[in-house]
């Protein structure tokens, strides 16, 4: 089923009936400052969601104009009064603007001050949205804004769009002729063009349809650092990196420039760590190393005027301010002081100019505005039921887990819950292994699968989160424990990154917030025959990686749930 795609803006909800005052929507219930708690909203919502007085998720598009919110249930009520069916894709345009400003602003702190000269550029790498709409929503913000292409497709649609901005466009990734081609006629056109180099057979093919075209090239270089973050993307940094030049390298394409009459083309210094960088310290280690080949280049006679420091600026998917592949460590302002201090310091100890500091943050700009809502259509529950003794005659493996169930009803008993919890898995095991075999029957198999569960149920209950000993037997038991919640949405088409690179997303009820959750359970998707469980999180930092409340409670309809889709891009591809 394709989801439809809405983009939605304050005046537009306000005609639907579900913009709602300051006042309206203020968090004035102690269960609805519970439920951001829960939820964790406060850490990953970034000011952009929160929970009304009604217990509905809002969006405020623009937190700098908080009274102007939207209540997303509401909204899907609406569009279901109009015929419009989930699931829905809603789309903010206000938040993708808010973010460019807030990047900016953020460097524009860090270079008061440090006292930093230079300029500040962000380019927004068109490979993590393509979507024309975030492209001119972006270029009709008003603030300063660059584009930058990895491919020959991603440059004609860059070139048509430069008109509309300052046109600094920056080309990366693989190039063929016709790539080069392309990118010096932009150049001729009028737009600032950076081909950055990161292959040493890209120079010649340069040169050579520089000179047919009879333009002068605006070149940038690639640099290979040793400095690698971690994550999912470490792979695009670093020494094993497929892209950039080496340190000889470097130095060859120099005296190319050199030799060739064009070495004042080269204007720009270029390294990117990798994606979603979670720890500050990796980002602070990778500007200072690329800072020394800013320094080596001007003492070589290379005029650099721009400083790219390229993606990496992460997004908290998961709220818990921490070093894991969906988290980051940092803030905006943290970012920005690392970097403008650090190619600060480099110039002022060698007495060289600040040059323009460019970052390619794609993912912190996009990766909010998005949100996908589908409806509910089916709940699968843990059942608990009475146990019963098995038969007197009964094989030992069934003797033994009905001696473990007893164990832990008993008072004073000094076994731990760990210790019966793994008696009864391996006696779990041998019954299905059994049962493979033909040594016990569907009957004793189910009565054995019930009793663990029930074993798992009163183990659960007893276990202290604030132990730490603990926490690895709740993570365990609330993932094998938890409800399966079927919701109504292509996993391929709306959430590539989930099964493509294991991203995770918040996911969230769309309304019942006002009131606790009874049930702890994970999302599944239906695509054809693929059932997909999501690992969510339920937002504390010591259990980040469990699945969310439910917030549905028995005997009440779930017609509709919010899965907070912080969508990245058509594809799952790899993101700045």
Not at 285 to 290: D, P
Not at 369 to 388: D, K, P, Q, W
Request: net charge negative; glycine share 8%; aromatic share 8%.
């Amino acid at each position: 089923m394709s989801d439809d795609m809405s983009m939605v803006s304050p005046s537009s909800a306000g005609e639907h009936g579900v913009l709602r005052s300051m006042q309206e929507v203020a968090m004035s219930s102690q269960e609805a400052s519970k439920m951001l708690r829960t939820y964790n909203i406060a850490w990953w919502g970034n000011n952009y969601y929160d929970v009304n007085e009604l217990g509905h998720i809002s969006v405020c598009p623009d937190p700098d104009v908080p009274e102007a919110r939207v209540d997303l249930a509401e909204l899907v009520k609406a569009r279901e009064a109009q015929g419009q069916r989930l699931p829905a894709l809603f789309c903010f345009p206000q938040i993708l603007q808010h973010r460019l400003r807030s990047i900016n602003a953020a460097f524009k702190r860090a270079r008061e001050s440090y006292g930093y000269n230079g300029d500040y550029f962000l380019v927004y790498p068109i490979k993590v949205n393509q979507h024309r709409r975030v492209i001119e929503s972006l270029i009709h913000s008003g603030e300063p804004l660059g584009l930058e292409a990895g491919s020959k497709a991603e440059l004609m649609a860059v070139l048509a769009h430069a008109g509309m901005t300052r046109s600094v466009i920056v080309c990366n990734g693989y190039k063929d002729r016709e790539y080069i081609r392309l990118a010096l006629v932009g150049e001729k056109m009028g737009h600032k063009v950076y081909l950055v180099i990161e292959k040493m057979s890209e120079i010649a093919i340069v040169l050579e349809e520089a000179e047919r075209l009879n333009v002068v090239p605006r070149l940038g270089v690639r640099a290979r650092l040793a400095s690698q973050g971690s994550g999912k993307w470490q792979s695009s940094g670093g020494e094993k990196s497929k892209f950039g030049l080496a340190a000889t390298q470097v130095l060859q394409l120099v005296e190319i420039l050199r030799e060739a009459g064009h070495l004042e083309s080269l204007q720009l210094l270029h390294f990117h760590l990798g994606s979603q960088m979670a720890n500050i310290r990796d980002i602070a280690t990778g500007v200072r190393e690329s800072a020394r080949f800013y320094v080596e280049l001007h003492k070589l006679g290379v005029n650099i005027q721009c400083f790219d420091v390229g993606g990496g600026l992460g997004v908290d998917y998961e709220g818990t301010r921490s070093q894991s592949d969906c988290s980051v460590n940092y803030g905006l302002n943290e970012y920005a002081n690392n970097i403008i201090w650090a190619i600060g310091d480099a110039c002022e100890e060698n007495g060289l100019p600040h040059p323009t500091v460019i970052t390619e943050s794609g993912r912190a700009v996009t990766a909010h505005h998005t949100v996908l809502v589908s409806n509910i259509i089916g709940v699968e529950r843990n059942e608990y039921t009475e146990a019963t003794p098995p038969a007197e005659d009964a094989a030992r493996p069934l003797q033994s887990m009905w001696e473990t169930w007893l164990e832990m009803h008993e008072t004073g008993n000094r076994r731990s819950l760990r210790e019966w919890l793994h008696d009864s898995q391996m006696d779990l095991h041998d019954i299905h292994i059994g049962y493979s075999s033909g040594t016990f029957n569907l009957q004793e198999r189910a009565w054995a699968e019930q009793l663990y569960l029930n074993m798992c149920h009163e183990v659960q209950k007893q276990l202290d989160p604030s132990n730490r000993a603990h926490r690895p037997i709740i993570d365990e038991l609330q993932e094998r424990m938890a409800d399966k919640i079927y919701v109504n949405f292509s996993l391929f088409q709306s959430m590539p990154d989930a099964w493509g690179i294991d991203q995770l997303f918040p996911v969230m009820p769309l309304e019942g917030l006002n009131k606790s959750p009874e049930r702890r359970a994970g999302a599944a998707g239906h695509h054809l025959r693929f059932r997909w469980r999501h690992r969510s999180l339920r937002g504390r930092r010591r259990d980040r990686h469990h699945h969310a409340d439910a917030g549905i409670r028995p005997g009440e309809p779930a017609d509709a749930g919010l899965l907070h889709g912080w969508r990245l891009s058509g594809d799952p591809r790899q993101h700045a």
